[in-house]
């Protein structure tokens, strides 16, 4: 009975080291999600990350939804495809290389025409012109416009500079403008048909380009007519461009543009 009596007071010691071990970790595990949700949310809303974690911030989302923003009534409209034309008709255009005996700009003309005939009903379509009478949205994208665009087309008079850098940048205004009107669903496709370099040589389109690559889906395709590869829009592994030296080429390369939508017919695009 004596030997009993002696462990009693040991036992009890332990049991009460034991409880209070057990609390001191749970206080301590109970205290760590606090910290994990506090980086889960800051990610979440693209805030920065703890300098000394070494994460940089995360980069902006595209396009930047306004407050409140709705989606489209209808879910094909949310998911629709972009393509959106931006057509050189400077003072260059008026020559006969490599057009077959016509103006180059009729030959870009007949090709977007055929262009036309081939992208998909249900995606949107718009054309942007600089000319004589300077840089401006000609058609509005839209799913409803072929034969706008058409029109448009037709009332192009070759003549002026080559401002690259303004119309690339209003085409990505608008592109993303659409990115907002569907949430960032889609496809969206910046389709650029030019004779020559950048003119005036401010309008070198470098700094757009990159900030379009860099900072966005669009994607950008440059149809190169008679004018080789050695353009500032050919930019190898960033985006697509086809140097066109005969009408024929040309209409092929805007083929490309479709190569991947579902109604593409690559027979629309061959020697006609």
């Given at each position: 009975m004596a030997q009993a009596g002696k462990s009693g007071p040991a036992a009890l010691i332990l049991a009460l080291v034991c409880i209070f071990l057990v609390a001191l970790a749970i206080s301590m595990i109970s205290q760590q999600p606090a910290s994990d949700s506090t980086d889960l949310a800051q990610l979440e809303s693209g805030g920065e990350q703890d300098p000394q974690g070494g994460d940089p911030a995360a980069p902006p989302p595209w396009p930047m939804l306004q407050e409140g923003a709705a989606a489209p009534t209808a879910p094909q409209l949310l998911a629709a495809s972009n393509y959106y034309v931006v057509l050189d008709g400077s003072?260059?255009?008026?020559g006969a290389e490599c057009a077959a005996g016509s103006q180059k700009i009729n030959a870009a003309k007949r090709a977007l025409e055929r262009f036309v005939?081939?992208?998909?009903?249900?995606?949107?379509?718009?054309?942007?012109?600089?000319?004589g009478d300077g840089i401006s949205e000609r058609v509005p994208l839209g799913s409803g416009n072929r034969?706008?665009?058409?029109?448009?087309?037709?009332?192009?008079?070759?003549?002026?500079?080559?401002?690259?850098?303004?119309?690339?940048?209003?085409?990505?205004?608008r592109l993303t403008e659409q990115g907002r009107a569907q949430l960032g669903y889609g496809d969206y496709h910046l389709v650029v048909v030019t004779d020559g370099d950048p003119?005036?040589?401010d309008e070198d389109p470098t700094p757009v380009v990159n900030r379009l690559l860099a900072e966005s889906p669009v994607v950008l395709h440059t149809i190169g007519f008679c004018i080789g590869t050695d353009?500032?829009?050919n930019q190898p592994g960033?985006?697509?461009?086809?140097?066109?030296?005969?009408?024929q080429q040309l209409a092929e390369g805007l083929g490309e543009v479709l190569a991947e939508?579902?109604?593409?017919?690559?027979?629309?695009?061959?020697?006609?």
């Open positions: 003072g260059s255009m008026q005939k081939a992208v998909p009903q249900a995606a949107n379509l718009g054309l942007l012109v600089f000319d034969e706008a665009f058409v029109s448009a087309l037709k009332r192009v008079q070759a003549d002026g500079g080559t401002p690259l850098r303004s119309s690339i940048e209003k085409a990505y205004e003119q005036p040589a353009h500032v829009l960033r985006s697509y461009y086809v140097a066109a030296d005969s009408p939508a579902p109604d593409f017919d690559v027979t629309q695009f061959q020697q006609q």
